[in-house]
């Protein structure tokens, strides 16, 4: 079981199963309905949890909400807090249509606060942050591996939010002192105020996971600074942190109709209203997680097309697959987790049993059950329930050897039939 890291900048090995694997996906910052783009860590990091759960690994997946955040007090002076309830309810709602299900904890900053304080502590005490001011701020400086995981030269880091208090350019705030206009703060030792973004993850992910833990998945777009502070905060308290970075490639919104039609779709409400959830799972399946992912109508489209090829399967008769099937289906997914080449293969499978098996792992298992038999075969149903009707119990048996042939299993209901695809 192997997938590439970018701190390792190639394929790393993961433990034997049972692990314990635990994994840590950045979150949304709460202010508005969660953008499509925002889905992909989540669905990504949640089938991922399922495929090594499904291979004997005990996982624990953590997805954090920031809800304490200057994007908040811009979008809602006055009523920041109100605004980042609503937001996450938003976006729990969103991709809770997903039906995967497989997060453990959405912890969220705004209650780790203690934890956040205390990791603050801990950091001035070994000297390597700094208050100024009712600020906070980490030494870059004297961080002789800072810069690994982004790559960046030690002395050559890109400033960050300028700010002639720090005594670096290269230092990222912890602590920010409230200001008139942010309306909420928390006491600490430094006075009122909140705390920066990169710490709150930090924080988070050691309160659920501990001091050291497997994977930590998010956007390609956070690997510096965000990704690179908190591994700094935490390498700094001589903690492991995370072994694998796993950063998914950026959703981009392409193709030729884009600007007419799929102007206004670009939340994860409004494309799950427009392409419902198979048609959105089967287009994040299409590209590998580390690469960029085009969004146009186009894409969509052709992921409702696969969607369609794939019920098709079901409407017609199973058709046995080689005993080596799923081991090539694994292989696969073991191996970085490529989900097109997963796609690939089950684009060829006519065996009922083994895809659904597989549509299983990306929560798509309802292709195969909201199937809708065939005209012909339903007709065949209806001249069955008929023969029973008058007892013509030779007749009625004959019928459903018939139906059984065409691929699909009639199951009485009171007075009505059911077609299912035979397994
Ligand atoms: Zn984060």
Same mark, same amino acid.
């Given at each position: 079981m192997r997938l590439s890291s970018t701190l390792a900048r190639g394929l790393v090995e993961l433990p034997? !199963? !049972?692990?314990p694997i635990g994994m840590y996906f950045c979150g949304p910052t709460v202010?508005? +309905?969660? /953008?499509?783009?925002?889905?992909r860590p989540y669905v990504v990091g949640s089938w991922y949890a399922r495929w090594l759960r499904l291979r004997g690994y005990e996982v624990t997946l953590v997805h954090n909400i920031t809800d304490v955040n200057d994007k908040i007090y811009e979008a809602a002076p006055g009523e920041s807090a109100e605004r980042a309830r609503q937001a996450t309810e938003w976006y729990l709602e969103d991709v809770a +249509?997903?039906?995967?299900?497989?997060?453990d904890h959405y912890p969220k900053a705004t209650e780790t606060i203690p934890e956040i304080v205390r990791f603050i502590s801990d950091l001035i005490e070994r000297d390597v942050a700094y208050e100024v001011e009712g600020d906070v701020y980490f030494r870059?400086?004297?961080?002789?591996?800072?810069g690994r995981l982004s790559g960046q030269k030690p002395d050559q880091v890109e400033e960050q939010e !300028?700010?002639? +208090?720090?005594? @670096? !350019?290269r230092d990222f705030v912890l602590w920010k002192a409230n200001k008139p206009e942010e309306d909420t703060w928390w006491d600490s030792p430094w006075g009122r105020g909140r705390p920066g973004w990169h710490i709150e993850c930090s924080a988070m992910a050691e309160k659920l996971l501990g001091p050291s833990f497997e994977i930590h998945g998010g956007g390609? @777009?956070?690997?510096?600074p965000h990704h690179e502070n908190e591994l700094a905060q935490s390498s700094a308290l001589g903690h492991d942190f995370a072994r694998i970075w796993m950063h998914n490639g950026m959703l981009r919104f392409t193709g030729e109709k884009m600007s007419k039609s799929?102007?206004?779709?670009?939340?994860i409400q409004e494309v799950l209203e427009k392409w419902g959830r198979e048609t959105t799972l089967l287009f994040f399946l299409t590209? /590998?997680?580390?690469s960029p992912i085009d969004f146009s109508d186009e894409r969509m489209e052709s992921a409702q097309a696969r969607a369609d090829g794939l019920r098709e399967v079901f409407r017609n008769p199973s058709q046995g697959a080689p005993a080596e099937s799923w081991d090539r289906f694994e292989q696969i997914l073991d191996d970085d987790f490529s989900t097109p080449g997963a796609l690939a293969i089950m684009h060829e499978w006519r065996d009922h049993q083994l895809l659904r098996r597989a549509l299983e792992v990306f929560g798509l298992a309802s292709l195969a059950e909201d199937s809708v038999a065939p005209a012909e075969v339903d007709e065949l149903a209806r001249r069955r329930q008929e023969a029973r009707a008058a007892r013509d119990f030779a007749a009625s048996d004959r019928l459903r050897g018939e139906i059984e042939a065409a691929g699909w299993e009639v199951r009485d209901e009171a007075d009505a039939y059911r077609l299912v695809p035979k397994a």
């Open positions: 034997e !199963p !049972p692990g202010y508005a +309905r969660a /953008h499509i783009g925002n889905a +249509r997903f039906g995967l299900d497989e997060v870059v400086a004297g961080q002789s591996d800072y !300028p700010n002639a +208090r720090k005594e @670096d !350019p390609l @777009d956070l690997v510096f799929v102007g206004n779709v670009e939340t590209a /590998h997680w580390h």
